[in-house]
């Protein structure tokens, strides 16, 4: 079985350690430990692990956060994956620092990598893993807030909470999204 982990963030260095970026961060920490390097190809960066006897293809959009639906559609076509294998991991600001939210559909949020991706889907349903940033920014402040790097303290918990977040992507791929909610969602 195949499954596509899509981790949102916006490429190059100048976003590197942001808030924003947070998919990116995740799915290097997972590529690393499988000793899986990423390669450029098609509108992302791209690698495979196997788990389980599952294969999961990694996915960085090089597209740019607002245009992350292209390389979604491109990879689940390219490689033959049927949506409900489909699982996006992007930051969000309605979650307390830290906290992992699984979700099977819903809006965007805001959120403007699930919009495009929405829009060129012409869907909600699919699987997001929703990682919590906060809301402790000025009013209005909230893009310098993302696109920010992460605070002393957070830094000292994020090796934590992205193995978390690389818990839940093993577990969507074997034990599938409803169970996956069940066990980890609120942990």
């Not at 499954?3 to 961060?25: E, Q, S």
């Not at 934590?160 to 069940?182: H, P, Q, R, V």
Request: glycine share 10%.
């Amino acid at each position: 079985m195949k499954y596509l982990i899509i981790g949102l963030g916006n490429p190059g260095m100048k976003y590197a350690n942001t808030r924003h970026n947070i998919g990116f961060d995740v799915l290097d920490v997972l590529a690393k430990e499988c000793e899986a390097p990423f390669s450029t190809d098609r509108h992302a960066d791209r690698t495979e692990i196997k788990f389980k006897g599952r294969k999961l293809i990694l996915i960085k959009p090089n597209t740019f956060m607002n245009l992350s639906g292209k390389a979604v559609q491109y990879w689940l076509q390219k490689e033959g994956v049927k949506i409900e294998n489909l699982l996006v991991i992007n930051d969000d600001l309605a979650l307390p620092f830290g906290k992992l939210r699984l979700k099977g559909k819903g809006s965007a949020g805001g959120h403007n990598g699930l919009k495009d991706i929405e829009a060129v889907l012409q869907t909600q349903l699919y699987g997001r893993l929703r990682f919590g940033l906060g809301d402790d920014y000025p009013k209005g402040r909230q893009a310098d807030f993302v696109l920010g790097e992460w605070s002393k303290t957070e830094k000292v918990e994020l090796p934590e909470k992205i193995d978390l977040a690389i818990k839940f992507i093993k577990s969507f791929s074997t034990i599938g999204l409803n169970m996956t909610m069940t066990e980890l969602n609120g942990k």
